[in-house]
């Protein structure tokens, strides 16, 4: 039987045009109108491009920039939440180290957003795993990004020592006070031979879900020697369906 590889799942091929309508005034006045959404569904917000790490493959353009006063983001929220917006993304940078949290989380809460998912690269103490437990009823899952279990590497790809050690006692706190826990890995040539040991050591200590991503191209911190190479591949698959 042919093995199903990501190279041979059939395709089916929509073209764009055919979900929109001929005329832009069929949106306002026309058929369309009942279907299309006056407001979003769901608003992915930047709320901080504050960071702990430096990795290698950075996606983000970053830089200093003045956030917004927390005044301005409670009006922005009220304003969403007038306008029937289902959710909120909160997006980084590293949101854990938005200095608002508490407070933001609290007003999405009171909001009836639906939850959301958290993802961070910095240190979770134990109490700041309690305060975020409090918000258990809009915090669907914290994912931490987690690249190898070997610090060295850990330590070329994120740019801080002792990163690995930090992650994992930072997933132990966070599974402690019971939140849902996942975990990222970036895969490049530098860690694609740990990951399948990580990826157990993950599953050991109770990650609930761990996600495998190769490394892509990305605006900001391109490397052609990130990315994965056939050989890769063909080790990973081999030993991921051992
Ligand atoms: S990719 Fe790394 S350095 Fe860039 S924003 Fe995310 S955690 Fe920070």
Redesign the pocket.
């Known amino acids: 039987m042919k093995k199903t590889t990501l190279h041979n799942i059939r395709r089916k091929i929509y073209a764009p045009r055919t979900f929109l309508p001929n005329d832009r005034s069929e949106i306002s006045d026309g058929p369309f109108r009942s279907i299309r959404h006056t407001s979003p569904v769901s608003i992915n917000w930047h709320i901080t491009?504050e960071?702990?790490?430096?990795?290698k493959?950075?996606?983000?353009g970053?830089r200093k920039t003045k956030l917004l006063p927390f005044s301005r983001i409670q009006s922005l929220i009220n304003e969403m939440s007038e306008l029937d917006v289902f959710s909120i993304d909160l997006l980084?940078?590293?949101v854990l180290l938005y200095h608002n949290l508490v407070e933001l989380l609290d007003m999405i809460s009171e909001c009836n957003f639906l939850p959301i998912n958290l993802s961070t690269?910095s240190f979770l103490s134990k109490e700041k795993a309690l305060q975020l437990k409090k918000f258990s009823n809009i915090i669907w899952e914290l994912q931490f990004?987690i690249d190898t279990d070997d610090d060295q590497i850990a330590e070329y790809l994120?740019g801080i020592p002792d990163y690995t050690q930090r992650i994992f006692s930072s997933i132990s706190n966070a599974i402690e006070v019971g939140l849902r826990v996942a975990a990222k890995s970036v895969i490049t040539p530098y860690n694609v031979f740990t990951i399948p040991r990580l990826y157990r050591k993950l599953k050991n200590i109770g990650v609930s879900e761990i996600r495998l991503a190769a490394y892509s191209r990305s605006g900001f911190h391109h490397s052609d020697d990130l990315f994965l190479n056939d050989n890769c591949y063909k080790w990973l698959e081999e030993k991921v369906g051992e």
């Open positions: 491009s960071c702990s790490t430096d990795c493959y950075c996606y983000l970053r980084g940078g590293d690269k990004s994120v």
